[in-house]
């Protein structure tokens, strides 16, 4: 059965649909076995369907294992994930925090990427103070990692949907200068010179 979530929203709503495409994978009485979220080659998509069909690898298997395996940041980094997946976010939070708390110094390489997530979801959630937090932590513990552009801009967007409009400037400003070959400074830069407009209109300049 195929349905767009965006119509059918009854269902969406009951399966937490929130990413596209998803996948369902159902017992023959609804009962949800698992889900496979986004784009995959046909032979990892088969794996994944026929590994949930077998048991292997779900959600509820992980969970099963997390009271011996929940010191294992790899681990957590993907029970959170999953739960992030089936739309159980408080579940992903914890998982995500529980991971920052473990490995602090980031040796497995996966704890910058669970405070993205965090400052995602909590801007999704409307909490854009706790956003720019955990992104602005990417900035000062991790300045290395892969994220650290996209931290950058988290800060400012989240500046912006605060409505600190001087602040968010400055930090678009700031990535625009720092990296001027990135091909995100030119949106950077556009972002500046809109909020200025912004704030001159404010200040009756």
Known sequence: MKLNAEVDTATSAHYRVRSYPTVLVLRSDGVEIDRVVGYYRA?????????????????????????????????????????????????AKARYLRLVALDRANKSGLVDDA???????????GDYATARKYAQKVLDRYPDSDNMRSAFLQVAI???????????????????GK???????????EQADTLAVQIARK???
Do not use: C, I
Not at 50 to 66: F, I, K, Q, V
Not at 158 to 176: E, I, M, P, S, T
């Open 43 to 91: 032979p990892e998509f088969t794996g994944l369907v026929e590994d949930y069909l077998d048991g292997r690898n779900t959600l509820a298997s992980m969970a099963g294992a997390e009271s011996t395996q929940g010191s294992d940041p790899a681990f957590l980094a993907k029970l959170a994930d999953r739960y992030f997946e089936h739309g159980l976010y408080a579940d």
């Open 115 to 125: 405070l993205m997530s965090l400052s995602r979801m909590s801007r999704k959630d």
């Open 158 to 176: 989240n500046w912006k949907k605060a409505g600190d409009l001087a602040k968010a400037r400055k930090v678009f400003l700031d990535y625009a």
């Open 179 to 189: 990296f001027p070959e990135d091909e995100d400074a030119p949106y950077a830069k």
């Open 203 to 205: 200040s009756g300049a």
